[in-house]
């Protein structure tokens, strides 16, 4: 197998494998290849575990419900062009529209669960029959699944709070389960993170205790930052962490993907590197400062025209098209890059914008520019797009642990955390002030456009702040996305989140 065909591979598998796992909730699965075929040979354990990867990447790209889940709903971007993303960013999630139908359900998750639940009870299968695929590989291929499936469910919380728990295939006869409790969903996906922390290695270079040789056969640089790691599965630990409020323990899980940075091959990165369209740029999936991302190269002819950022924020000249779909106002420009000598973005008091993340300061509808990976296929070239969903970045991290330890009473550590980002975004050190505010605001400055500014919103409780929820709303699960009818009409056992009951 070359370097160019295993990400093609994936994704025909996927959709080979889970073709009607669509329908998780409803019906039993069925498979292109016969059951007593498939878990026999080395090839099936490598297919079945990217076909995991694949199904979860779909999950997350598919109408960019990434984006949508974890920014649009906070009101940073606005839609001048699209119902459906207005009714997203205004919060009437209840609005008739095929689109929010979509990203309502929740069936996409659940079939990269089904098929990481498959691959946990088939995997040993291959090993019983094909002597080449080794102890050391199904390991990590188990792990891999085990941190996927973590992911995933992670996900699945931060959605739709409460949310049925899937651990096993079944016999085959579908039942209907209920929404379950989040937190002992949370506390599976913590036991599935633990467990898959202590078989995944540092790195791909072969020379972790986990790993003393070539994974799949293919040189370390080949995986670097784009399947499970050690650094991966911590960054994982510590964002569950927080989302129970257990900040000791995401600032240990967090400290320690830190203090090894070094064996997890990522590190703080600059504005150049950010936002730039090169293979080693963060949202080429690669960058140095990328801890897990899910990559769509060129070069593995897996760009395309939707499921990227770039799809809803372009226009000309970049792309044949008048008016983004989705755009910051110019006044929430100035509000989020509040301070001067910002390397991301600023605008002097001459009124002149400098930086990557906007172009059009001052028109009706500015351009978000800061992610802008276009695929070269010759026809079209800047119709393609190949940008990553980056799930976990070292600035990110960073934050998370300055959040930790303000939780925790350790200010001076906090601002020791969240100056390392000022810093290296060419700011002051924040010295006097509230620090909550001050981390929340440097996650929005430097996560922009990332999927990650509902769940901050979520997490510091200042929801009621800049949405116009009341707390009894909250009480009653506004902060969730309501479940899609279809999923709905499964069973009575699947309820519909209070808030959202019409």
Known sequence: MTTLRLPIKVLLVAAMLTASCKNTLEVSPTHLVPEKNMWTTRNDARSAVFATYGLFRAALADNNAYLVYGELRAGDFKSAVRTDLSAVTTNQLNASSATLEGWKSWRRFYAAIAQANLCLEKLALVHEHDFRYTPEEMKLDIAQVRFLRALTYFYLVRIWGDVPLLTNTGDGNFTPVKREQQDKVLEQAMLDAQTALKDLPWSYYGTSPELLSNYWGQPGNIWQGVIGSKGA???????????????????????????????????????????????????????????????FKNIYQESSGSGHIEDWTLADPYISRVTPDIYVPSD?????????NDSRYKVGTDGIATGNYFAGFGNPVPMFTKIRMPGITGVDPLRLFQSAIVVFR???????RAEALLFLGKNEDATFQLNAVRAQRNLPDFKTGNLANAILAERRRELLGEGWRWYDLVRFEKLTTYTSFKPADIARGAQWWPVSKDVLSSGKEITQTKFWQQ
Do not use: C
């Open 233 to 295: 599965a911590y960054a994982l630990l510590a964002h569950i962490s927080a989302w129970k409020g257990d900040y000791l323990s995401a600032e240990r899980y967090a400290h320690t993907a830190m203090d090894n940075k070094a064996r997890g091959g990522y590190n703080l990165v600059d504005v150049s590197t950010l936002t730039g369209s090169a293979d080693a740029s963060t949202f080429s999936g690669q960058g140095a400062n990328v801890i897990f991302a899910l990559p």
């Open 332 to 340: 929430s420009i100035l509000k989020i890059f509040n301070e001067p």
């Open 394 to 400: 070292y600035e990110e991290l960073v934050l998370l």
